[in-house]
């Protein structure tokens, strides 16, 4: 380390015996400043990795370029950045991180078709009926439908029901005051496994802003599983429906029906 510095000041020092060197030294140190500004106010921000990466890609290239025109100081405050944007990637983005190892890497998969076409409609008519309920007396509601990809992860932190769907259940778990209400239900197939459920929000900009969490929380949970998750919304009554990513807003109960049996699988 001694040594590298040692070479660092002799560098600096030939150079300032040279005017053209000297104000390659100032640009020099000017754009080292502005990166050491601009890195701390990434930080700050919490940057995505939408925004991390292309960024990253824009070190590289600059430090090469840096090492061509003989840059010593940029050259060394670039490679101090690069591992503290591997620190920004490991700690404050570990969950990402972790989240794309379980669901890319060793993502499960569930057998979640439907026994019989009556089975099917049976939930089906259940899910409907009760949004239909809820809708009228504006009671937010958030039920996410697993389908191929297992959502175990989420299940096993969420309160334990496991028992067969009805309205009356699904209605009285939605019910202001109870410690459910403002979380999610997981359905697998005709039973309710979970309750209180955290889904995981979408960090999406372009959502509307008359969408509240519950809504962020259905799109962000099908951006990332094959499930469908239906919303309620406590200010308007109005019901929406998610998958891949897209929300679709205040649809009639007879299109919910109509999503759901496409969407929903039997044998």
């Known amino acids: 380390m001694n040594e590298a510095w040692e070479n660092l000041m002799n560098n600096l020092r030939a150079r300032l015996e040279n005017p053209l060197e000297v104000t390659l030294f100032v640009i020099d140190v000017a754009l080292a400043v502005i990166v050491y500004i601009l890195a701390i106010s990434l930080i700050r921000k919490k940057i995505k990795l939408s925004i991390i990466v292309p960024v990253s890609l824009g070190l590289i290239i600059s430090h090469s370029a840096f090492v061509f025109f003989d840059m010593p100081i940029m050259t060394w405050i670039l490679r101090i950045l690069s591992l503290l944007i591997l620190f920004i990637l490991v700690v404050i983005y570990s969950s990402e991180i972790k989240h794309y190892i379980d669901t890319k890497l060793f993502k499960r998969k569930v057998d979640n078709v439907f026994t019989s076409e009556e089975e099917k409609a049976n939930v089906i008519k259940v899910l409907v009926d009760t949004m239909k309920q809820l809708s009228d007396r504006s009671i937010g509601a958030l039920v996410t439908i697993e389908r191929e990809d297992s959502l175990s992860n989420i299940i096993d932190n969420a309160i334990p029901i496991d028992g067969k769907i009805t309205q009356e259940l699904l209605t009285t778990i939605f019910t202001p005051g109870t410690a459910c209400h403002d ?69 009639t109960l007879e299109k919910l029906h109509d999503l759901l049996d496409r969407y929903l699988v039997n044998k």
């Open 183 to 251: 979380g999610a239900v997981i359905i697998r197939k005709d039973r309710i496994v979970c309750a209180g459920a955290y889904l995981p929000t979408t960090e999406r900009y372009d959502i509307p802003t008359f969408l509240g969490t519950r809504h962020r929380a259905a799109i962000g949970v099908s951006e990332r599983y094959d499930a469908i998750t239906i919303v309620v919304s406590e200010e308007t009554g109005n019901i929406s429906i998610t998958s891949d990513g897209v929300i679709t807003i205040d649809i």
